[in-house]
């Protein structure tokens, strides 16, 4: 299946995203736990990844020895993103199974667009290729301080080649994500994610629940 169509806004898919550090991983792990309690069909998945192929894709991304081309870059973070929806995420949302995914479509804007310098029409030129109209219903967008991100990450001793990337580098995309809500303000709630864990999951809950009663 090479196109997807008629889920513009799908009410089950939800993405999540934010800097190096912001703590995305663990909500939608919680997010997740939450609505299958709730007697709900949820799959979390992660992007670049979600798929055999995906995963491949990732460590080509982000081993730190790999010299890249910026434009392979954004290539890479599309074809993955590519597999990702037509093996998951659309046939999960077409069994009405609720999809949160851990980065989509905004990771490509802030991190290869408004951090990298790559044009952003290009970029929304190879979005519509590949995601057609599927666009998160929801995402929420967890922000915290850059340097606070980058320090909790170096602890978990998480150290990718995009997280090798300078402190402005990171500065960038942060106001780059900025930028981007404040363009989709109805899709996009800024969560501040300072918090402890389970003060920002209930921020989310109950920015969810505001949405769907
Ligand atoms: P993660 O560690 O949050 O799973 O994300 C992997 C890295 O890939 C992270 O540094 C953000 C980056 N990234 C992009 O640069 N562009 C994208 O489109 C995506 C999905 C991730």
Known sequence: MSTVKGLHGARGFISFEGIEGCGKTTQVNLLSDYLKAKGHNVLATEEPGGTKIGLKIRTVLLEPENHMDPLTELLLYNASRAQHIRE????????????????????TSA????????????????????????????????????????????????????????????????????????ESPERIKIIDAGGSVQEVHKKIVEALEALWP
């Open 88 to 107: 998951v995420i659309y046939p999960a949302l077409m069994q009405n199974t609720i999809v949160i995914t851990d980065r989509f479509m905004d990771s």
């Open 111 to 182: 991190y290869q667009g408004y951090a990298r310098g790559l044009d952003l029409s290009v970029i929304n030129t190879l979005n519509e290729l590949v995601a057609s109209d599927l666009k998160p219903f929801l995402t929420f967008l967890l922000d915290m301080d850059v340097e606070e991100g980058l320090t909790r990450n170096k602890k978990a001793q998480k150290t990718d080649r995009l997280e090798l990337e300078t402190v402005e580098f990171h500065k960038r995309v942060r106001d780059g994500y900025f930028q981007i809500a404040k």
